[in-house]
């Protein structure tokens, strides 16, 4: 039995996109004289849909493209995701299930039953849970037919559910596994998902195709890493990350194993690549080409104009120089330098007689008092016009490029730097945008020297430095990490060794910018717990501020 | 039997303040010789408390703010509110939970089993469902103790739920039922919530205590109007709505029935009196007191001013008029009439010269380009960036003034007149504005009658009207009820005589706009489907676009 997996990047609600997209694989997988072909996850309408699937004119589009894919599976069988409709009043209205179709007819459903509710996933909002299971059977073989999540609770103990799907399935002694997929990435999700499938491997001792999703649909990013296992707990084959493919499997020879093709990718790179990716995807599937950002000469800009560069092509990246009277000379020097070694085009805009008429138009209402945060406000926020302004008349999407530190802490103007249609480094704390930039100069210095070594400044009144009203980033990004990442109260920070001020000052200071990450743009993610619809926090809160 | 129900403006997060204030009530139930004093759901961490739920450190302090109820019970016991952790490691880590305190004990807890997770509710994302009740034994009596939802599926009818918590109570006979909430207003919510009550109280045959929040959480406003119910199904008192209220009963009297004392407001005045609350416990509850915004001698802005100086008092509004060079006379005029009929503070500030700076600044890029959007947005964003230096500089919350029909379709400029901390109106249709400012000027005309009559218009470039690019509000609106509200596609809105190409265009405009309110305030919640938490839209989702 010959078996087609193909890692695919989907488009939420394009569904005549997808189709064509699985029809063009269906083709290649009866090509390769597969049996059966494989999608991922609610492949037809995209991963997530959200709120679209309280549509009904959505899901009768689903459906169709059911109906559409089963026309083609006379001679081949497809696994592909997709919601049901609960046919009982009883419940949420939909299931999220794995559609076996084959010889023109729906053979089989499996509804999902662990559905994510936790970060960024709502499933509970929409799904409800299967309580049946069984096994798919097809030319002498029996499948287990899995959705995402439902391979996550070994042996039951995850702590989150209370049913083991595959314990159900194996009552059928199913001889493998097909788990369908949108698994998201972090840094850390590639090791964590080849983790739960070997374990799943070890306790059914049958083979499993993992296909998961590859692609960004907004600021959630799908690395692919889609999986081949053999019955021995080796990887037969692991996918490319951040790229779609397709490929096809003999099962007697997945059966035998001994192979171990398991990709090995640090962790700078794939986040480089993830965002890279996460830009790609975002102008790629909303239709634009052309990118706009200020560079300021300092890291985050820097870092973030590489990325677009690499997603976009420096044809499709256009900048602004846009000094003040605070901006040093150098600022101007690296950043028109980093422009040259990219390759894009560059203006400069001085701002400073745009700050002056600002303070002209407040003279009457600010008259005698003193120069604080407002006219540093002032300076970003006409920065912020103009690039909104090249954005509007010339179709290119304003990047964000403000990093985790500095977002976490409310170190940023809103409507100013604040400002862009995406957030690109916005889960990247200062440190790691650091560790970007090497990462980055490896193969040839592109981001200017000066840029990566000057003690970083928002440059917004004379000689300021980010460490006159912040800690040092080592210190700031550990703590953050604690909170954030980690969710450890003040408490348990202070017990692993900080200064009990500090962390209380910085714990105010990331639960009082509530409301400026609240009107922040998405943030791309690439970590466990990035800003967004992942991490809710209440704006009015009191609580550690 | 006498019982207290005490009807809270809690704070999230604020547990010290939370308990000052139960504490209070505690006293004066005491005074007046109750038996039991009830407060609402969550009561002592507040709701929604979201993701401060996942701190160790958020629930201990909530574990300790029951220890401190506990120890007022010794005379007295206190229904209250609160999570309490899950004992064993399967399911969620937390139960949303009502205690009963009596005698320095906790006598008994019932958590919650029917968890709403759909519009703005997430309670599945933090809560283990109950799958056991139980009734509490007091001086007697039997009480059925249940948190909000749980009294929502009646008879096992309400197709989101599979089973009846108080068709399970009802198995030991009680008395009577305590129900602690947390419902948040909306205009059709406190006739649905009085319809439930009595249809609980019918099926049972015994009387309702129903305790609800009341005051604003960010954008979630919860209206009060807890509820005493007789056992002949009539509303023994509904206390107010959008205020605290503490009252005693006895449950003697209330067993006999025989008043009929419900309220009745109207869905304008309810509206009204929900958004001056919303404003008012937006700043208090962040610990600020005054307020900015654009007049433009439009409607939205003078209708927001309004709802500021009515929350906040005059001396705690002041305004900016800032007439570009395509504003009318009439605009300036009308708008100074405003701000002299409320007594707020107003300065004019023309952006006729911040314009040409800017236009001054992109000129090398933008020479012998047509004017378009760009530049009408350049004006909308020199008034944020005017707004946003006041409000720096003097502590002022900028208040946004677009309505639902505008941010619905896109019509508004990101950081231009889409900024602000908080939306007032954004989920009032331009129609219903406009029945607002009617209802203003009832009792003598506060907002000018030109504001009202002449033609909308954003004033942005030369005799702009809305009409030039939008459909009749009449039309507009209602279509976007239909897609918003009632969430129907494109097929059935058609179906109901609407033009197809029109319907198409307008489901098109609000989801290319997901970008823009993403990235807009928090918008306070008075329908049942509002631009935010409560409806979550891809961005790069390509449906209907």
Request: a negative charge; one cysteine or more; hydrophobic letters at 40%.
């Amino acid at each position: 039995m010959k078996i087609s997996i193909a890692q695919i990047n989907y488009h939420i609600g394009n569904f005549e996109g997808n189709f064509n997209h699985m029809k063009e694989a269906v083709e290649q997988a009866k090509e390769a004289g597969a049996d059966i072909v494989c999608f991922s996850e609610l492949a037809t309408c995209g991963y997530p849909p959200r709120d679209f699937l309280e549509f009904e004119d959505f899901i009768r589009l689903s459906e169709e493209t059911i109906a559409k894919l089963t026309a083609l599976t006379d001679d081949i069988a497809i696994v592909v995701g997709a919601p049901t409709r609960n046919p009982v009043p009883e419940g949420k209205d939909l299931y999220n299930s794995a559609y076996f179709l084959y010889e023109n007819e729906i053979k089989y459903i499996q509804h999902k039953a662990l559905l994510p509710t936790y970060d960024i996933f709502d499933e509970y909002r929409y799904f409800e849970p299967a309580s049946a299971f069984g096994v798919v059977e097809f030319k002498g073989k029996k499948i287990a037919l899995t959705v995402c999540e439902d391979i996550w609770n070994i042996a039951n103990e995850n702590p989150l559910y209370t049913i083991s799907p595959l314990d159900e399935m194996s009552k059928y002694n199913p001889d493998f596994i097909i788990n369908t997929s949108a698994s998201p990435f972090s840094y850390k999700q590639a090791d964590e998902r080849k983790n739960i499938i070997r374990a799943n491997v070890a306790r059914y001792n049958i083979p499993m195709f993992y296909i998961n999703h590859v692609g960004a649909q907004t600021e959630i990013i799908f690395d692919g890493g889609s999986v081949v296992i053999s019955p021995d707990g080796k990887i037969y084959e692991e996918l490319p990350y951040f790229k779609e493919a397709f490929k096809t499997y003999d099962l007697d020879q997945v059966m035998q194993g001994g192979k171990n093709n398991e990709q090995s990718v640090s962790k700078i790179e794939k986040i480089h690549d993830a965002l890279v990716l996460g830009i790609k995807d975002y102008f790629g599937k909303l239709g634009f080409r052309k990118a706009i950002l200020g560079l300021s000469g300092g890291i985050d800009s820097a870092v973030t104009a590489v990325l677009a560069q690499r997603a976009l092509g420096s044809e499709n990246v256009r900048v602004l120089l846009m000094p003040s009277q605070f901006s040093s000379d150098h600022s101007v020097n690296d950043a028109r330098q980093l422009a040259e070694n990219l390759g894009i085009q560059y203006d400069i805009v001085e701002i400073k007689d745009l700050y002056s008429a600002f303070m002209q138009k407040l003279d009457p209402m600010f008259a005698g008092l003193d120069f604080n945060v407002t006219e540093e406000n002032i300076q970003a926020r006409s920065r912020g016009v103009l690039l909104m302004a090249m954005s509007n008349k010339f179709g290119n999407i304003l990047l964000n490029t403000s990093n985790k530190s500095e977002m976490a802490v409310g170190y940023g103007t809103l409507y100013g730097d604040l400002a862009g249609g995406i957030s690109v480094i916005g889960d990247i704390y200062k440190m790691e945008v650091y560790a970007l930039a090497e990462f980055m100069n490896k193969e040839g210095v592109v981001i200017p020297t000066n840029t990566i070594t000057k003690p970083p400044s928002a440059e917004l009144r004379p000689d300021q430095k980010d460490s006159d009203s912040l800690p040092d980033y080592e210190i700031l990004d550990t703590i953050l990490y604690q909170y954030i990442e980690q969710r450890k109260g003040p408490k348990e920070i202070i017990e692993m060794g900080y200064d009990a001020a500090l962390v209380a000052r910085i714990l105010r200071l990331v639960n009082i910018s509530e409301f400026k990450r609240y009107q922040t743009a998405p943030v791309l993610r690439v970590s466990t717990k990035a800003f967004g619809v992942g991490r809710r926090m209440p704006i009015v809160g009191k609580y550690l501020n």
